[in-house]
């Protein structure tokens, strides 16, 4: 996604959560990304990989490790998720998964 579209999605997640409707973790969250439902999933930090590359300025800011880490996932063009065995290796490798969905 373009950096403005982040920007977009990641300020509404926030104005959500500021106004007492947080989005849930691991269900679909309809309304955020047009007609595409969109969806939190917890981070894994304890991969070295994960941490080293996305969460240690978290770490570094908050001062431990022990807050929750969650990636916004969205669907393709088709609307199919990366976990989905119809999403192509492409759009996989746009968005790699640093957690599990919890189904």
Avoid: M
């Amino acid at each position: 996604l373009s950096i403005e579209t982040c920007k977009w999605l990641l300020n509404d997640l926030g104005g959500r959560n500021r106004n007492g409707d947080p989005c849930p973790v691991d269900k679909p969250i309809i309304g955020l990304a047009q007609e595409f439902p969109v969806r939190l999933i917890d981070v894994d930090t304890n991969r070295p990989d994960v941490f080293a590359e996305y969460v240690c300025w978290s770490h570094w800011y908050y001062g431990h490790q022990d807050f929750p880490v969650r990636q916004l996932v969205w669907p393709d063009e088709e609307g199919r998720f990366p976990w989905e065995p119809e999403c192509t290796d492409k759009f996989r490798k746009q968005q790699p998964l640093l957690g599990t969905l919890k189904f």
